[in-house]
DNA sequence: CTGTTACCGCACACTATGTTCTGTATCTAT
DNA sequence: ATAGATACAGAACATAGTGTGCGGTAACAG
């Protein structure tokens, strides 16, 4: 990729993160994010189609990170083979912490719900490899709760309770949700 | 209220009921939902200020309906004097059940997240008069995990999984959230 | 019967969108 | 180092949707 486009790439994501704290998202224009970013208005488009693929492009560029398997080597906490569903669940809370910053932003107003459902999309990959439903209970409706009451935990964590460590938020987790 | 008003108000809102089963909530425009309530412009404006303010009172007006305690003595349901917090929640999913057609629509794409959130609204009030949270846990966080849990599970249940009973779904909450 | 109110429908200013074009700067490969 | 490709700036443009305003008509209430 050429270093000219990374760089136009990033003035984008940076200027919509800044302007995702004073604004709301629908009330954010493309203009706005253009003169934030001080890019010419047909560089945007060159870059996104619209303002929503634009969200959904800083989402994916944050989920990649959160949910590699390759960055669990680089940590100097020891999960580097989940044995356990809470270990991994865990290990996704504290990659989720490291890119606190960035996240914090997403969860203002519409845009949170947004980000959400993609985080959700993720985690029903996880959790379908691990999670085991009581046989009273529908797969899928387990499936759908237990992503959603995760989901939600993040977002309760992130926004307002930050000083929880991944450990306890996980203790949290599995101590509502029986699965 | 005046019989003009209220023709144009049903009016309105049918028209938009209608339109969410073809089109999602963000790509349907004023224009559209004037075009199929066969309304003229103005009197759109004269009734709500903004799209959004629509989905909003369409939202109020059902739930409105949902959790009023009125209905109790109507109901054939014997759950008058609601003994217990599971029998609330069950009354509370019969009367969503009779909104059904309704709330349908209203799932679809991006409204239907507008919809959870203001479903969320009033089941903090219902929850937040019969929930017992244990001591190891913050309250706030017990709550928020309850309510989103909940309503994830009529979210399953009207998309998708409406044979269900209102039992049956009660019974398969209070199994999969433990509070 | 009379004043009030809701509606129609048409027009208008305004804002945001997405595209297109030309010239310039920056990168890449031979 | 030079040549061709590519990304960007900046401006112009058509398009579409928004919200408001006004005169005329029909339905309502007392």
């Known amino acids: 990729m050429d270093r000219r486009q990374r760089r136009t790439r990033s003035l984008i994501f940076t200027a919509f993160s800044t302007l995702l704290e004073r604004k709301s998202y629908t009330s954010m224009t493309v203009q706005d994010i253009i003169d934030e970013a001080d890019i010419g208005r047909s560089t945007f488009y060159a870059h996104f189609e619209t303002k929503d693929e634009l969200l959904k492009a800083l989402c994916i560029e944050i989920f990649e990170h959160v949910f590699s398997d390759e960055l669990l080597s680089e940590e100097n906490h020891d999960f580097s083979h989940h044995s356990t569903f809470k270990d991994r669940i865990t290990h996704i809370l504290y990659h989720l912490q490291e890119k606190q910053q ?78």
């Not at 959603?148 to 935990?153: D, I, L, Y």
């Open 102 to 179: 960035s996240i914090k932003g997403l969860f203002s107003g519409e845009c949170g719900e947004v980000f959400l459902r993609y985080l959700k999309e993720y985690l029903y990959c996880v959790f379908d490899e691990h999670i085991i439903v009581k046989d009273n209970i529908p797969r899928d409706y387990a499936m759908d709760i237990a992503v959603a009451a995760f989901s939600e935990t993040v977002r309760w964590w992130l926004k307002g309770h930050s000083d929880y460590t991944p450990e306890e938020i996980s203790r949290f987790y599995f101590e509502s949700v029986d699965i």
